[in-house]
Nanobody
């Protein structure tokens, strides 16, 4: 059974940092695409960042570009999101996901990343001003 488990969420002050991690288990391969998404109540889930593990390319949504960094550790099939300069607008439930293709489509294809897509349960991030 495939599982993605997020960790590292919590509270931070505005301007502070948090590091999210997502551990993947139950897969016998390294997913081509790994990414982070976030959602606040009443709004659609939005793509935050994605990484293409084959081409070693990372992608970011405009609101987080320059502040967030995505990385992955193939040896442990784990990936991370380093979040710096947090603002209250970054507060949300953060979800990690792994999928097979079109990594750069993490913004447009949130609701349909394709077959072999796996999601974590989410971790809450709170940012106080």
């Amino acid at each position: 059974q495939v599982q993605l488990v997020e960790s590292g969420g919590g509270s931070a002050q505005s301007g502070g940092s948090l590091r999210l991690s997502c551990e993947i288990s139950g897969l016998t391969y390294i997913p081509n695409c790994m990414g982070w998404f976030r959602q606040i109540p009443g709004k659609e889930r939005e793509g935050v960042s994605a990484i293409d593990t084959n081409r070693q390319r990372s992608y970011y949504s405009d609101p987080v570009k320059g502040r967030f960094t995505i990385s992955h550790d193939n040896a442990q099939n784990t990936f991370h999101l380093q979040m710096n300069s947090l603002t209250p607008q970054d507060a949300a439930m953060y979800f990690c996901a792994a999928w097979a293709e079109v990594c750069e489509g993490f913004r447009e294809n949130v609701s349909d990343l394709g077959p072999s897509t796996y999601w974590g349960q989410g971790t809450q991030v709170t940012v106080s001003s």
